[in-house]
Nanobody, 125 residues
Framework: QLQLVESGGGLVQPGGSLRLSCAASGGSLDYYAIGWFRQAPGKERAGVSCISWSDDNSYYADSVKGRFTISRDNAKNTVYLQMNGLKPEDTAVYYC??????????????????WGQGTQVTVSS
């Protein structure tokens, strides 16, 4: 059974950076697109970024373009989300999730079949 575990969250001041990791066990991430989502208190879960299974395309929500970068290391079975220029409105629980085999990237959460437990990111002075 595939398990996804996020890490790297924490408390950071506005303008700061964090790098989130999504490590997989019990299965390979090869040939699977991986997405990052976030859910702020009182809000619905929203797509943040997705990296294609072939690692040649990445997608970002408008709110994070130019600040966040998604990457993957298939040898480590891990996907990363580098977050720079963090803002208070980036505060949320961040989740990684897996799309089906060879599926192209989308940022609709109902398309994803495996989810991690989430990691809290708090941006505050």
């Amino acid at each position: 059974q595939l398990q996804l575990v996020e890490s790297g969250g924490g408390l950071v001041q506005p303008g700061g950076s964090l790098r989130l990791s999504c490590a997989a066990s019990g299965g390979s991430l090869d040939y699977y697109a991986i997405g990052w989502f976030r859910q702020a208190p009182g809000k619905e879960r929203a797509g943040v970024s997705c990296i294609s299974w072939s690692d040649d395309n990445s997608y970002y929500a408008d709110s994070v373009k130019g600040r966040f970068t998604i990457s993957r290391d298939n040898a480590k079975n891990t996907v990363y989300l580098q977050m720079n220029g963090l803002k208070p409105e980036d505060t949320a629980v961040y989740y990684c999730a897996r799309l089906g085999l060879f599926r192209p990237c989308v940022l609709f959460d109902y398309e994803y079949d495996y989810w991690g437990q989430g990691t809290q990111v708090t941006v505050s002075s």
